[in-house]
């Protein structure tokens, strides 16, 4: 073989290895640079979710604002007046709000919602064992409302529940569900008794089966003082309006729990447990019909820090869902033991479900 040849073939053999070596360099490269980047985005996903940052605190749990639109009143139980270091004296005790047209609501401290847990009901005394199956609101898998809420529970360390449940003032407007009557929180008022949660078909803005945007409790609360950018999307009448500082919606799961650990403190004095525990006597129980909101009984201590029925009455309505088909009602209803059904009760139904259910309207500040 000639010296040509032999040249021939290793110039061959030199270029078939630095193709063969530039392949696998080319295929590592490829492999490294998409490893970093998945790696890359998981890192910024898991650093990047401080969902409270940049949002600035403008109030403290001990001293609330009075929104835009309301005034305070003075309670028994509960003083605005300031203390020596500027707080209401009342702020652990339910000061009360009230709007122009006489709809009040009280006032629940939130020191740390980014650190909350949900609380577990209480059944027969015992705790119920209940979350593990429930899905309420959070920040990580949130609508725009939930969003919303949670920033200023945040911002403002708190939030307004009304103080009775919702009620109506004229009984015979009772089946308007679509928004275009709203709810009353005013003592002495008819209850919104026997009132779905929403439709049972397609799915809500959660992504929970059952639409909330269909004629029932959701879209009442949400009707009271609307989110007017929202109101196409909610199903809301558009001659809706919100002069106020507050958005309204249905009481979210996470805010039951949190008035719960707000009245946790509470003890029945029938039975020496704690309220949350065991509420006999502490609501209308065994009862053939729901009573007017608010109303007092020489046998019944039926208000907690200035809340009224959140044990017994109806069972109230709430955004928590339980195994992605069901909603929460929470506290019991008058046909019912208070020993079985606590204040901090969780039931489960489906959303067109009407019988003894009512609702409460929830306060977010703007």
Not at 50 to 55: D, L, N
Not at 64 to 78: D, N, Q, R
């Amino acid at each position: 073989m000639s010296n040509k040849k032999i040249i021939y073939l290793i110039l061959i053999v030199i270029v078939s290895i630095i193709v063969t070596i530039s392949t696998i360099v080319i295929i590592k490269k490829n492999n490294s640079i998409e490893d970093d980047t998945n790696s890359q985005n998981v890192d910024i996903y898991v650093d990047n979710y401080k969902p409270y940052e940049g949002i600035e605190i403008i109030s403290y749990y001990n001293t609330p604002i009075i929104p835009k639109g309301f005034k305070k009143v003075e309670t028994e139980t509960a003083s605005w007046e300031l203390d020596e270091n500027n707080h209401p004296k009342g702020w652990n005790d339910g000061l009360v709000i009230e709007d122009e047209k006489g709809n009040q609501f009280v006032w629940i401290p939130v020191k740390d919602i980014a650190s909350f847990k949900g609380k577990e009901g209480y059944y027969r005394g015992s705790e119920q064992e209940f979350l593990t199956n429930c899905y309420a609101a959070d920040y990580i898998n949130s609508t725009v409302e939930s969003k919303e809420l949670y920033e200023s529970m945040y911002k403002y360390q708190g939030f307004y529940i009304a103080r009775y449940e919702a009620g109506i003032e004229k009984e015979k407007i009772m089946l308007f569900t679509d928004g275009s009557v709203q709810p009353v929180s005013k003592k002495g008022k008819c209850v919104w008794e026997n009132i779905r949660w929403g439709s049972p078909y397609g799915y809500a803005l959660d992504g929970i089966q059952g639409s909330d945007t269909e004629d029932g409790a959701v879209k009442v609360a949400r009707s009271m003082y609307p989110n007017v950018n929202q109101l196409s999307k909610y199903g809301l009448p558009d001659n809706l309006t919100n002069d106020t500082g507050v958005i309204s919606t249905l009481c979210y799961g996470i805010e039951w729990d949190l008035i719960m650990d707000f009245v946790s403190d509470i003890e029945n004095p029938y039975n020496n447990k704690k309220y949350i525990e065991d509420s006999t006597n502490m609501g209308y129980y065994v009862s053939a019909s729901a009573q007017l909101t608010g109303t007092d009984s020489d046998n019944i201590i039926n208000s907690v820090k200035n809340i009224y029925d959140l044990a017994g009455n109806v069972y109230e309505w709430t955004m928590e869902s339980y195994k992605n088909k069901y909603r929460i009602c929470r506290g019991g209803m008058h046909e019912m033991g208070s020993v079985n059904y606590s204040a901090s009760l969780r039931g489960y139904e489906f959303p067109n479900v009407e019988y003894g259910r009512g609702f409460r309207v929830a306060l977010y500040m703007k």
